[in-house]
């Protein structure tokens, strides 16, 4: 047997002042304009999520985590902010806020909002005014303008591509270039400039004083860049370390914009609490999860591992050990708006890996340019796969992150019509990746109507015939649903919870692991196809798969209580 548990650190201090409720959290993303629709326009909208909350409630979440609902153009999905401190009218008002959050904690049930900070909207009255103020500007000083290169002007201050695909650079009007490093609609913020760090602490004020728990931090290892002209080329760009000095990713600047935000979080009793996306070698995870910068910070590799044992245990050991560095907790996401859904990840072949071990291509994508013909899906092998990867998940010590349809066994949704798609990956590379599209399709929650429940009109995406038979009503009444699967192990899980460490044991095969948690509680998952034999003792209290005497099935994981 191994136990596997945080180390004494000199984060501990700090980490007791932190509040405790998202340790061990289990956190609900909502992507609001596809949860639900109050108005009937075809997107989802706050009051639509309010209608929602006794459900969120009997699904047994402790945290709402609200992907943006600000004004936008929606070039990105809402990640292209306009206004940080409004509410987009589409979705609705303040006040539609201010009531989603009082009835969200009537229901127990804490609010994480996604704050965007490396860049604006092209439409932030911020960014109008530098188009309009010209060169030299204050204005443009909050954003990063550069001169073009060539004789004139013309060609851009670098060869540098966008994550979105394209070139990062766009020139204006009176001949300068603006970086963007993800959609052209999404100008880069300058991090050195001291109103911009300003303003976004106005924001976090904001929010924090309306009630908001926490804060999700988008790209959060993006803020802070340093170009030094002449500008590098996009290949000595990518030959860079990244060990905090990188020109413009995970470098070690951008924890004193954290510092300060940690300074106003800890002003609130409770502190408000906040969550990096940082996509960063997993050495730097712990500068973005300790105490004294933002306090946690996701870990998505189980969002790039195969179903696989020997994956699934590195991942978990490496990421406790991460966790014990900084003194935070880790989290474990299996969905979310950015990829493919895990029931299609896990009825799909395994990807190619590179030579560090990761995905060569974002798994699915194949599959998605193919409209979902090539290679062929196993529907049920995925969700039976995804079913007993969640049970597993939810065992671990740490918080652990749901996104929306996951809870109901949606599968990705690929045949999406060019002309109806709207991420910004697709228009600007064609035929190389789909876009996340498919994961963002309007909920079912009933089987029945134009939007299946979504609202009284149609929805921004098209959903397909067959998500009918995942409608929330249809799973309601089946006590064998995916959803009363996650009902089941949210309240169960409520009870077992227990201490942020695990015991892992010795099952004699490699494709079947089980770990105990202090309570005695045990997991034990079988990611091979043979059936494994259960060891004598209590009753299973919970099953991914219907399990007859002691064996487990293929694929399929237990809890036992007070083994």
Same mark, same amino acid.
């Given at each position: 047997?191994?136990?596997?548990?945080?180390?004494?650190?000199?984060?501990?201090?700090?980490?007791?002042?932190?509040?405790?409720?998202?340790?061990?959290?289990?956190?609900?993303?909502?992507?609001?304009?596809?949860?639900?629709?109050?108005?009937?326009?075809?997107?989802?909208?706050?009051?639509?999520?309010?209608?929602?909350?006794?459900?969120?409630?009997?699904?047994?979440?402790?945290?709402?985590?609200?992907?943006?609902?600000?004004?936008?153009?929606?070039?990105?999905?809402?990640?292209?902010?306009?206004?940080?401190?409004?509410?987009?009218?589409?979705?609705?008002?303040?006040?539609?806020?201010?009531?989603?959050?009082?009835?969200?904690?009537?229901?127990?049930?804490?609010?994480?909002?996604?704050?965007?900070?490396?860049?604006?909207?092209?439409?932030?009255?911020?960014?109008?005014?530098?188009?309009?103020?010209?060169?030299?500007?204050?204005?443009?000083?909050?954003?990063?303008?550069?001169?073009?290169?060539?004789?004139?002007?013309?060609?851009?201050?670098?060869?540098?591509?966008?994550?979105?695909?394209?070139?990062?650079?766009?020139?204006?009007?009176?001949?300068?270039?603006?970086?963007?490093?993800?959609?052209?609609?999404?100008?880069?913020?300058?991090?050195?400039?001291?109103?911009?760090?300003?303003?976004?602490?106005?924001?976090?004020?904001?929010?924090?004083?309306?009630?908001?728990?926490?804060?999700?931090?988008?790209?959060?290892?993006?803020?802070?860049?340093?170009?030094?002209?002449?500008?590098?080329?996009?290949?000595?760009?990518?030959?860079?370390?990244?060990?905090?000095?990188?020109?413009?990713?995970?470098?070690?600047?951008?924890?004193?914009?954290?510092?300060?935000?940690?300074?106003?979080?800890?002003?609130?009793?409770?502190?408000?609490?906040?969550?990096?996306?940082?996509?960063?070698?997993?050495?730097?995870?712990?500068?973005?999860?300790?105490?004294?910068?933002?306090?946690?910070?996701?870990?998505?590799?189980?969002?790039?591992?195969?179903?696989?044992?020997?994956?699934?245990?590195?991942?978990?050991?490496?990421?406790?050990?991460?966790?014990?560095?900084?003194?935070?907790?880790?989290?474990?996401?299996?969905?979310?708006?950015?990829?493919?859904?895990?029931?299609?990840?896990?009825?799909?072949?395994?990807?190619?890996?590179?030579?560090?071990?990761?995905?060569?291509?974002?798994?699915?994508?194949?599959?998605?340019?193919?409209?979902?013909?090539?290679?062929?899906?196993?529907?049920?092998?995925?969700?039976?796969?995804?079913?007993?990867?969640?049970?597993?998940?939810?065992?671990?010590?740490?918080?652990?992150?749901?996104?929306?349809?996951?809870? =109901?066994?949606?599968? #990705?949704?690929?045949?999406?019509? /060019?002309?109806? %798609?709207? $991420?910004?990956?697709? &228009? !600007?590379? *064609?035929?190389?990746?789909?876009?996340?599209?498919?994961?963002?399709?309007?909920?079912?929650?009933?089987?029945?109507?134009?939007?299946?429940?979504?609202?009284?009109?149609?929805?921004?995406?098209?959903?397909?015939?067959?998500?009918?038979?995942?409608?929330?009503?249809?799973?309601?009444?089946?006590?064998?649903?995916?959803?009363?699967?996650?009902?089941?192990?949210?309240?169960?899980?409520?009870? =077992?919870?227990?201490? #942020?460490?695990?015991?892992?044991? /010795?099952?004699? %095969?490699? $494709?079947?692991?089980? &770990? !105990?948690? *202090?309570?005695?509680?045990?997991?034990?998952?079988?990611?091979?196809?043979?059936?494994?034999?259960?060891?004598?003792?209590?009753?299973?209290?919970?099953?991914?798969?219907?399990?007859?005497?002691?064996?487990?099935?293929?694929?399929?994981?237990?809890?036992?209580?007070?083994?």
């Amino acid at each position: 047997m191994t136990t596997v548990h945080p180390a004494p650190s000199s984060s501990d201090q700090h980490d007791l002042e932190l509040p405790a409720w998202w340790r061990q959290a289990v956190v609900y993303q909502v992507y609001p304009r596809s949860f639900a629709d109050a108005d009937g326009d075809g997107i989802g909208d706050i009051r639509g999520i309010t209608s929602r909350v006794p459900y969120l409630k009997e699904l047994g979440i402790d945290a709402v985590w609200l992907s943006p609902f600000y004004p936008s153009a929606l070039a990105d999905g809402g990640y292209d902010v306009a206004d940080y401190r409004d509410v987009d009218p589409r979705l609705g008002t303040l006040d539609d806020f201010d009531e989603l959050l009082a009835a969200l904690h009537d229901a127990g049930i804490k609010v994480v909002v996604d704050i965007v900070p490396n860049h604006t909207s092209d439409q932030h009255a911020w960014f109008q005014e530098a188009l309009a103020a010209g060169r030299g500007s204050a204005a443009r000083a909050r954003y990063i303008f550069r001169d073009g290169s060539g004789p004139d002007g013309s060609e851009p201050p670098a060869d540098w591509v966008s994550v979105f695909g394209g070139p990062a650079w766009e020139r204006v009007a009176d001949g300068q270039w603006y970086f963007h490093n993800f959609a052209v609609e999404q100008p880069d913020l300058d991090w050195s400039n001291p109103e911009v760090r300003a303003d976004f602490v106005k924001t976090l004020r904001f929010w924090s004083d309306r009630g908001v728990d926490g804060f999700r931090i988008d790209v959060a290892h993006m803020l802070t860049k340093d170009f030094v002209d002449p500008l590098p080329s996009q290949a000595a760009l990518d030959s860079m370390p990244r060990d905090g000095n990188h020109p413009m990713i995970d470098r070690d600047d951008v924890h004193e914009v954290y510092a300060e935000w940690r300074e106003v979080f800890d002003a609130y009793d409770p502190p408000r609490t906040a969550v990096a996306e940082a996509w960063v070698e997993s050495s730097r995870i712990p500068l973005y999860a300790r105490a004294e910068s933002l306090g946690q910070a996701f870990n998505f590799d189980l969002l790039e591992a195969d179903f696989d044992a020997a994956q699934f245990r590195r991942i978990v050991g490496d990421n406790l050990a991460l966790a014990a560095k900084s003194g935070s907790s880790t989290t474990w996401v299996l969905s979310n708006h950015d990829v493919v859904r895990h029931a299609t990840r896990y009825g799909l072949p395994d990807p190619q890996r590179d030579e560090k071990g990761r995905p060569a291509r974002k798994h699915g994508n194949e599959w998605l340019l193919s409209g979902g013909t090539s290679p062929v899906l196993d529907t049920e092998r995925g969700l039976r796969r995804a079913r007993a990867a969640t049970l597993f998940m939810l065992g671990l010590p740490g918080s652990a992150y749901v996104y929306q349809g996951e809870e =109901l066994g949606l599968h #990705e949704v690929a045949a999406i019509p /060019d002309a109806e %798609r709207q $991420d910004p990956t697709f &228009f !600007r590379s *064609p035929g190389e990746d789909i876009g996340r599209d498919g994961c963002r399709v309007p909920l079912p929650w009933s089987a029945e109507g134009p939007s299946l429940g979504f609202g009284a009109g149609g929805t921004h995406l098209p959903q397909p015939a067959w998500f009918a038979e995942y409608a929330v009503s249809v799973e309601d009444a089946d006590p064998a649903s995916t959803l009363s699967l996650y009902r089941d192990a949210l309240a169960l899980r409520h009870v =077992l919870q227990t201490g #942020e460490s695990l015991e892992w044991i /010795d099952t004699g %095969r490699e $494709d079947v692991l089980a &770990f !105990r948690r *202090p309570n005695g509680w045990t997991v034990i998952a079988n990611f091979g196809t043979e059936p494994f034999e259960l060891p004598a003792g209590p009753q299973l209290s919970l099953s991914s798969e219907p399990v007859e005497g002691r064996r487990l099935p293929g694929e399929t994981t237990v809890w036992i209580a007070g083994a």
